[in-house]
């Protein structure tokens, strides 16, 4: 249950930070919030996205569901601590918010810019923290 209200958490925050985003962005536009840290809004998606998602997308999509539940199958019973619990919920949050966003609009919208990586947004910081967290609370 944990993980679900984990998931549930991510997924609202995600969703409520790329409408914020793109009420009050413009595309490219910038928000500076110190030396490394700026909001900018990237929409990755559009032409190419619907052929993409169509084709190979939903294979991915669809081994991805696969090896994820066989994984849960086989080592389910590693992650049985309520942190390790929190963590997957989040990652699962995340991949959730993001595909909701592939199949409802067909894009997705990051804005957290580092600098020195590619832009990003919530959700996929909460999978790649939830799985780093999970891994690490493995016992």
């Known amino acids: 249950m944990i993980e679900l209200l984990a998931s549930a958490f991510v997924f609202t925050a995600d969703q409520f930070s790329k409408r914020i985003i793109l009420r009050n962005f413009s595309e490219q536009s910038c928000l500076s919030l110190g030396p490394r840290l700026k909001l900018r809004r990237v929409t990755h998606g559009k032409p190419s996205f619907k052929r993409t998602v169509n084709r190979v997308g939903m294979v991915a999509l669809w081994a991805c569901s696969v ?10 019973h590693l992650f049985q601590s309520q942190p390790a619990r929190i963590s997957i919920g989040m990652a699962i949050g995340g991949a959730t918010s993001n595909l909701f966003d592939c199949l409802r609009s067909q894009r997705v919208v990051d804005f957290i810019d580092l600098g020195f990586w590619r832009v990003f947004n919530l959700a996929d ?15």
Do not use: H, N
């Not at 090896?67 to 389910?76: V, Y």
């Not at 910081?125 to 016992?139: C, E, H, N, S």
């Open 125 to 139: 910081l909460a999978i790649v923290v939830g799985i780093g967290l999970a891994l690490v609370f493995l016992y």
């Open 67 to 76: 090896a994820g539940l066989a994984g849960t199958i086989r080592w389910g």
